[in-house]
């Protein structure tokens, strides 16, 4: 018999072959899930709400579909949680923002959550964000600070925070997030798991973002196999999203395996130590990040030392985050505003005294960038850099200590730009620093190049399905 404490530890595909097997249910690993919540929540911090009751209900509705030889999807009975910026029917969707409430109908499921209930994935519960979103830690007016799980003291990272812990911690094996500016890729990056951003539209959105298509949502999992696996729920097409790309021409979990004999050998692969020496990196991330390149060169890639071809697009990035925060301000009452974290009231004054020519100016930089990029793509498959250039720093703050300037985006050089470009782009975790914090190595491919990033990250990893 498998002990819960062995199921917290399993892959979606693992859990998915034990039901298969009859070795567990679905029922007993929901059950070791939600004990696993209650015993990490009170330390960490993770999770908004947890749905004890609706997700035992439909572990056992999974249970009775497996005993029936009849499993309805790709992920039947496996537990799964959601960002709090997407809406799940049944309960509220509260943005961790104290200008919202838990009263209204809550009758509608963002596409992502559509298609988690589709195939059968039982939802647990709603993770921790900043609030709307607006920055790379994870703490709120209205839920206070998430933890990262291998040092309490220091960030989660963020926005999807909560996610990032729950998969670290054994809280299920998948989580959906959300990602503007990295925030798939930061928390999974401190915390130790994988994350990915695919291209733009590869996930529907509704509603969409203030944040336009700098936002795009994807999956948090243990390794690349059980992201591809997610990742094949969540492209499903939804008329709700009219920018919605068309679903993948085959299943990502399907090309993984299929590729694993061949792997990486006679992939181009740039590898950018600082974007050009315009990143100071640590000597710790950086001696990971290098050793996980030599492992793709060890598999028979080819890789070069190369540096994508832009400066800085910071203040581009800026322009467009900072219009969409006061686009999302400017939808609340004028008496809640005053509720909102400190923070994000100044990002969206900055937005409001944009003109429409700054904001097209912004948009105009932006496709500049990802036509640099596109053009560099052709020479390269997939362009690895670290993730950050640091490792996890005190919880409760928006920046490490001395920091200027003092916004988030200080110290995640390597992430906004590929929200610019729509790319997709992955964070794999590669080693620890001294102090036992993770280190990620981040991927980029081309827009639609999710199967490419995806054999790459399993390489490094060792994970192919």
């Known amino acids: 018999m498998t002990e819960p404490s062995e199921l917290i530890d399993l892959t979606a595909r693992q859990l998915l072959a034990g039901y298969r097997a009859g070795t567990f249910s679905p029922v007993e690993a929901t059950r070791a899930v939600l004990a696993r919540i209650e015993a990490v929540q009170p330390r960490l911090n993770a999770f908004v709400r947890v749905d004890t009751e ?137 915390c130790g798991v994988f994350g990915l951003k695919p291209t733009y539209g590869r996930v529907p959105l509704h509603p969409a973002s203030a944040f336009g298509t700098l ?4 999956p948090i999992a243990r390794d690349a196999a059980d992201a591809a696996l997610l990742l094949d729920v969540l492209s499903g097409a939804d008329w709700r999203d009219p920018t919605a790309l068309a679903p993948p021409a085959r299943s990502y979990a399907a090309a993984l395996a299929e590729d694993a004999a061949a792997g990486v050998k006679g992939l181009r692969i740039a590898y950018s130590a600082s974007f050009g020496g315009q990143v100071a990196v640590g000597a710790e991330v950086a001696a990971a990040v290098r050793s996980a390149v030599t492992r793709l060169a060890g598999l028979g890639a080819y890789v070069e030392e190369a540096d994508p071809d832009f400066a800085d697009p910071v203040e581009t990035f800026h322009t467009l985050w900072n219009a969409g925060a006061a686009r999302r301000i400017d939808q609340l009452p004028v008496q809640q505003r005053e509720l909102l974290d400190p923070g994000l009231r100044e990002i969206a004054a900055r937005g409001a005294r944009l003109s429409a020519l700054d904001l097209l100016a912004a948009q105009t930089a932006a496709q500049e960038v990802g036509r640099r990029m596109a053009r560099f793509h052709l020479r390269y498959d997939v362009l690895v850099t670290p993730t950050l250039p640091i490792t996890a720093f005190e919880a409760g703050r928006e920046t490490p200590p001395g920091t200027s300037p003092h916004r988030w985006t200080s110290w995640t050089p390597f992430t906004y730009p590929f929200n610019l470009t729509q790319q997709p782009a992955a964070t794999v975790p590669a080693g620890t620093d001294g102090g036992g914090l993770p280190v990620g190595v981040q991927l980029v491919a081309a827009r639609g190049g999710e199967e490419v990033l995806l054999r790459a990250a399993a390489a490094i990893s060792g994970t192919s399905g």
């Open 54 to 190: 609706p997700a035992l209900a439909q572990a056992r509705a999974a249970e009775e579909r497996w005993r029936a030889g009849e499993p309805c999807g790709l992920l039947d009975g496996v537990p799964v949680s959601v960002k709090d910026l997407l809406l799940q029917a049944g309960g509220p969707t509260r943005y961790g923002s104290n200008s919202t409430s838990e009263e209204g109908s809550w009758n509608e499921d963002a596409p992502s959550v559509a298609r988690l209930r589709e195939h059968g994935a039982v939802l647990v519960g709603k993770t921790t964000t900043p609030e709307f979103g607006w920055k790379g830690v994870t703490d709120s007016p209205l839920t206070g600070v998430t933890r990262n799980p291998h040092d309490p003291t220091r960030t989660a990272g963020g926005s999807s925070g909560g996610s990032a812990v729950a998969v670290a911690v054994g809280a299920g094996p998948l989580s959906v997030g959300t990602d503007g500016g990295g925030s798939i890729r930061i928390p999974a990056s401190f």
């Open 215 to 218: 936002s795009h949502a994807g």
